[in-house]
């Protein structure tokens, strides 16, 4: 049977497609570049113009072999001859960057003045081979004047002629066309996978997927697996419950039995024993309790934490524990009443526990309610902040099940705040001694 998914486009295919584009955006440039004409260069000057430019005669018209050096016509117009430079000096000039001295354009060009080829220099960037009567390139020419020198030089050739705007253009036009298409490609691909990312960060173990996003065969297949992924951790999560259960029921019966025996010891040892028994089946419990919160589904609806921490108090505070609560604002959040409630006894109680008091209060910051419970205990060491989030974890060393507890409670806490989006962290106070837990949660929209 084909999945749904199969018959989605791939995301290979605009990728190919946007490749495909840029070679011939490419390729029409390269096309566009070569015939608006070939770079800017000095002409090719015949000794015949240059010695009539030193002396200060009109150039001859090119001879017709020079045709060939011009470009083809096209749309910037045929190739313009620039004049030659000519000035006069009271000393002989020096060659200009990547001039040499020539010899032998020298001599030629004494010979067409009909001078001495001391009274003549010549510099050349490309000096003339074999029987070559014209100067390529840039070049400087001078003769020798009663009052000083004639010089005459090749135009300088501009750093930014027309061709090297054509060019820039040409270039600028091909980025913007292509970057347009080039960055809704990648949004197009970025976004279902970071959609993905955030469903996938969400969904805790045993809690409803939220709805993955479509994209392409990719993205869906993608978003296929990681359901596959979270049906399988689920199952075996709810495998794990099912199984402690278990267990806890077998328990049941020894347990009853034993406390059964233990009626006939003498009374302090009898004592002794009930309250071990006792133990054991408040930690057996308070596992199965971890369990089930860790995997358990429960129907969200939205609940009034004002109302349930006032709710908490009062009742926490029936057996004259210190519990204040200061107020603040409506805070409405999306989720599981029940799992709420415990996650906030837990914290109550861990402070009436450690500090012998319990300060609740709240604020609301950037679409978050922000939760801290503190106490006026010793605190904690901030080396193990983290770790005391971690399950058979207690903030006292002892097995004192009145001081230590099962080493769940916070556990659960964390369990429950990232079931509902959010976070939980502890840390000492900044105003007093003692510790302070923080949960932070997402308001209902």
Same mark, same amino acid.
């Given at each position: 049977?084909?999945?749904?998914?199969?018959?989605?486009?791939?995301?290979?295919?605009?990728?190919?497609?946007?490749?495909?584009?840029?070679?011939?955006?490419?390729?029409?440039?390269?096309?566009?570049? /070569?015939?608006?004409?070939?770079?800017?260069?000095?002409?090719?000057?015949?000794?015949?113009?240059?010695?009539?430019?030193?002396?200060?005669?009109?150039?001859?018209?090119?001879?017709?072999?020079?045709?060939?050096?011009?470009?083809?016509?096209?749309?910037?117009?045929?190739?313009?001859?620039? *004049?030659?430079?000519?000035?006069?000096?009271?000393?002989?000039?020096?060659?200009?960057?990547?001039?040499?001295?020539?010899?032998?354009?020298?001599? +030629?060009?004494?010979?067409?003045?009909?001078?001495?080829?001391?009274?003549?220099?010549?510099?050349?960037? $490309?000096?003339?081979?074999?029987?070559?009567?014209?100067?390529?390139?840039?070049?400087?020419?001078?003769? +020798?004047?009663?009052?000083?020198?004639?010089?005459?030089?090749?135009?300088?050739?501009?750093?930014?002629?027309?061709?090297?705007?054509?060019?820039?253009?040409?270039?600028?036009?091909?980025?913007?066309?292509?970057?347009?298409?080039?960055?809704?490609?990648?949004?197009?691909?970025?976004? *279902?996978?970071?959609?993905?990312?955030?469903?996938?960060?969400?969904?805790?173990?045993?809690?409803?997927?939220?709805?993955? *996003?479509?994209?392409?065969?990719?993205?869906?297949?993608?978003?296929?697996?990681?359901?596959?992924?979270?049906?399988?951790?689920?199952?075996?999560?709810?495998?794990?419950?099912?199984?402690?259960?278990?267990?806890?029921?077998?328990?049941?019966?020894?347990?009853? +039995?034993?406390?059964?025996?233990?009626?006939?010891?003498?009374?302090?040892?009898?004592?002794?024993?009930?309250?071990?028994?006792?133990?054991?089946?408040?930690?057996?419990?308070?596992?199965?309790?971890?369990? +089930?919160?860790?995997?358990?589904?429960?129907?969200?609806?939205?609940?009034?934490?004002?109302?349930?921490?006032?709710?908490?108090?009062?009742?926490?505070?029936?057996?004259?524990?210190?519990?204040?609560?200061?107020?603040?604002?409506?805070?409405?959040?999306?989720?599981?009443?029940?799992?709420?409630?415990?996650?906030?006894?837990?914290?109550?109680?861990?402070?009436?526990?450690?500090?012998?008091?319990?300060?609740?209060?709240?604020?609301?910051?950037?679409?978050?309610?922000?939760? /801290?419970?503190?106490?006026?205990?010793?605190?904690?060491?901030?080396?193990?902040?983290?770790?005391?989030?971690?399950?058979?974890?207690?903030?006292?060393?002892?097995?004192?099940?009145? /001081?230590?507890?099962?080493?769940?409670?916070?556990?659960?806490?964390?369990?429950?705040?990232?079931?509902?989006?959010?976070?939980?962290?502890?840390?000492?106070?900044?105003?007093?001694?003692?510790?302070?837990?923080?949960?932070? $949660?997402?308001?209902?929209?």
């Amino acid at each position: 049977m084909t999945r749904p998914y199969r018959r989605a486009h791939s995301i290979a295919q605009p990728i190919f497609a946007l490749v495909i584009a840029s070679v011939v955006a490419a390729t029409a440039i390269l096309f566009f570049v /070569t015939f608006s004409g070939p770079p800017p260069r000095v002409p090719p000057r015949p000794l015949e113009a240059i010695t009539a430019a030193l002396r200060g005669l009109p150039p001859p018209p090119l001879p017709p072999e020079f045709r060939r050096f011009r470009p083809p016509g096209g749309r910037f117009g045929a190739w313009r001859v620039e *004049p030659l430079e000519t000035l006069t000096a009271a000393a002989a000039p020096t060659p200009r960057w990547r001039e040499k001295l020539d010899a032998l354009t020298q001599a +030629r060009i004494a010979a067409l003045l009909h001078v001495a080829p001391r009274d003549v220099l010549a510099f050349t960037e $490309l000096s003339p081979r074999g029987g070559g009567r014209e100067l390529f390139g840039s070049f400087t020419v001078a003769c +020798r004047l009663p009052q000083g020198w004639r010089v005459v030089r090749s135009p300088a050739l501009p750093l930014f002629t027309r061709w090297h705007l054509n060019t820039l253009v040409a270039m600028l036009v091909a980025i913007v066309a292509l970057s347009i298409p080039a960055w809704m490609l990648s949004r197009a691909i970025s976004r *279902p996978l970071a959609r993905l990312a955030a469903a996938a960060d969400r969904a805790g173990t045993g809690a409803p997927l939220p709805p993955l *996003p479509e994209g392409g065969r990719e993205v869906r297949e993608l978003a296929h697996a990681v359901s596959t992924m979270h049906a399988r951790l689920a199952s075996h999560a709810e495998s794990r419950t099912a199984m402690l259960a278990a267990i806890a029921h077998d328990l049941g019966t020894p347990l009853s +039995r034993l406390a059964f025996w233990v009626e006939q010891l003498p009374e302090d040892a009898r004592d002794r024993a009930v309250a071990d028994i006792d133990e054991m089946r408040a930690m057996i419990a308070e596992v199965l309790r971890f369990a +089930r919160h860790d995997v358990g589904r429960r129907e969200e609806t939205l609940v009034e934490l004002s109302s349930l921490l006032d709710s908490l108090a009062e009742d926490m505070g029936v057996g004259g524990a210190a519990v204040t609560v200061a107020a603040g604002p409506r805070a409405v959040v999306s989720g599981d009443p029940s799992g709420l409630r415990r996650l906030f006894a837990n914290l109550i109680g861990n402070a009436l526990r450690y500090g012998d008091s319990a300060e609740l209060a709240w604020r609301i910051e950037d679409g978050r309610v922000t939760v /801290t419970v503190a106490d006026r205990g010793p605190g904690i060491d901030p080396a193990q902040a983290e770790r005391l989030f971690e399950p058979f974890v207690r903030g006292d060393p002892s097995r004192n099940r009145s /001081t230590g507890g099962t080493g769940l409670g916070l556990a659960i806490v964390r369990s429950i705040a990232a079931r509902h989006g959010g976070t939980a962290v502890l840390a000492n106070r900044d105003d007093a001694a003692g510790a302070v837990a923080t949960v932070t $949660l997402p308001l209902a929209r």
